[in-house]
């Protein structure tokens, strides 16, 4: 139980209607969810908004609601607050809610087009291994310690955070990692949590679905930086052109990652194998057994990060040689017939490009290599053409099919993308809208040594057709079918 007035602490309030010294049991966003004594926070969605159920809210047993507006039906004995942003309002209210539990841990953020999930998930398992408890919020999953949870968004909502960082400061956790979205900034959910450091990895084409335009996706993006306290550190790969950007109205302490210029912590590549990566780090070599460019970036990031954070360098780049590849991050299997399938969650344009790029820096060009790729529904479609024009140029085959169509005719989507193929590249080009159906036919092109990219879904374990989720591992898929043709 708590008193409203006390989990409004730090809301902007433009008017009140009603007494706010009331108690009240939980708070939520979803009407359905609202029970006796429940706060409903009305937030105005792309999809609904929650101002044309706070009616319903009542019904079901609210006794205050936070709106932006005034509904034009108020009900005596229910209490209104109106304030500036409901979303906004939302973050601050659920911090005050769960006693403030980012206070209590140390909360890094990573955000970036590409590398958020295995930047977070490794620091995860680095500090895990150096001893510590350890918390995760990523796409893949939450962590609180050793309990898992499953994750539904990149940046869970305001409740959901906290909700899982009390989890975590209530069993010890000393460290939580945590992805963050430009979606999550926009809609204010990381606005009330305190970070003791922000790490940007990147910037590439995405998301344009939900941003008008690259220019503002990158300042969402900004925004995250911007807002951090001086009593943080922010850490910036300034080999992306808009590295720089995220540093020059930060009040946090600015520090730099490269590969290709002179950074705070500088990595060389000196050897790249399907087995692993020799890397340079500040001077010092190691061994690691994540492999391409993409990931001596990811790398040097958590190396950065973890020496910031206290670590010792000799001792961090001891736990680097220990890590392994985060679900559907460039896993890869061998078949007995010595045919090679990546599975990687490349589902952007950077992405795609970059480990289509790795692959090809590693082999020999003596063997095939065939690519299997979708695009997603009811997303970006600009990036379409663009993914197709890269997989066509950069592999000997390439195969169109299904991603999660969602809402989307899959043969639409697969026809957009084929808009991107050069002339002198259609003969390289075969459409199989049924994924599972596509996988199998790179399996039956294969020859001993060629390798399979199978891109888009990654840790995906379903494909989402008209809303509706079916059982599908891009993994389990592939491996199951190289058994079966090649027994």
Not at 170 to 194: D, P, W
Not at 474 to 485: C, F, H, T, Y
Request: hydrophobic share 40%; aromatic share 8%; glycine share 6%.
């Amino acid at each position: 139980m708590k008193i409203l007035k006390d989990i409004l602490y730090r809301v902007a309030i433009e008017a009140v209607k009603g007494p706010t010294d009331i108690v009240i049991n939980k708070m939520d966003f979803d009407s359905r969810k609202i029970e006796v004594n429940d706060v409903f926070v009305a937030i105005r969605g792309s999809i609904s908004d929650g101002h044309d159920f706070i009616e319903k809210a009542i019904q079901q047993g609210a006794v205050a609601i936070i709106c932006d507006t005034f509904p034009e039906n108020i009900v005596i004995g229910i209490t209104y607050v109106q304030v500036k942003n409901t979303n906004s309002a939302v973050a601050f209210m659920a911090a005050n809610y769960f006693g403030d539990p980012s206070q209590n841990l140390k909360l890094v953020g990573i955000t970036g087009t590409n590398g958020k999930t295995t930047i977070a998930s490794l620091l995860y398992q680095l500090f895990k291994k150096a001893g510590f408890k350890v918390g995760l919020l990523s796409t893949v999953k939450i962590l609180v310690d050793d309990v898992e949870y499953k994750a539904t968004h990149t940046t869970p909502d305001s409740i959901t955070i906290n909700h899982y960082l009390k989890e975590m400061v209530k069993n010890g956790v000393e460290y939580c990692f945590m992805e963050v979205s430009s979606h999550g900034i926009h809609q204010k959910r990381t606005e009330a949590l305190h970070f003791v450091g922000g790490i940007f990895t990147n910037l590439s084409h995405d998301h344009l679905d939900y941003h008008p335009t690259f220019a503002e996706y990158r300042d969402v993006k900004k925004s995250f930086f911007d807002n951090l306290p001086k009593t943080a550190f922010v850490l910036s790969n300034i080999d992306d052109k808009n590295g720089p950007v995220m540093l020059q109205n930060t009040a946090a302490k600015k520090l730099t990652y490269a590969l290709k210029t002179y950074a705070d912590y500088k990595a060389q590549i000196l050897e790249n194998q399907l087995s692993g990566l020799l890397l340079k780090i500040n001077g010092n070599e190691v061994w690691v057994k994540l492999i391409g460019t993409f990931n001596a970036y990811n790398l040097l990031a958590i190396y950065g990060t973890a020496v910031e954070l206290g670590l010792e360098s000799l001792e961090v780049l001891r736990l680097l040689s220990d890590l392994e590849s985060v679900s559907g991050r460039f896993q890869f299997i061998v078949s007995a017939t010595n045919i090679t399938a990546i599975v990687d969650y490349a589902h952007t344009p950077d992405a795609l490009e970059n480990v289509l790029k790795t692959i090809n820096d590693i082999r020999t060009k003596n063997e095939q290599l065939i690519t299997v790729v979708g695009c997603g529904g009811n997303r970006d479609k600009t990036k379409r053409p663009i993914m197709a024009g890269i997989a066509s140029d950069l592999s000997d085959k390439a195969i169109f099919t299904s991603d999660n169509p969602r809402n989307e005719d899959p043969e639409v989507i697969i026809t957009e993308m084929e808009q991107g193929v050069a002339p002198q590249n259609y003969k390289k080009t075969l459409t199989i809208t049924d994924r599972k159906q596509a996988i199998k036919t790179a399996c039956q092109l294969a020859q001993p040594n060629d390798i399979i990219l199978i891109a888009g879904k990654g840790h995906e374990t379903y494909q989402e057709i008209n809303g509706v989720r079916h059982d599908f591992d891009d993994m389990k898929i592939v491996k199951e079918i190289l058994d079966q043709l090649h027994k």
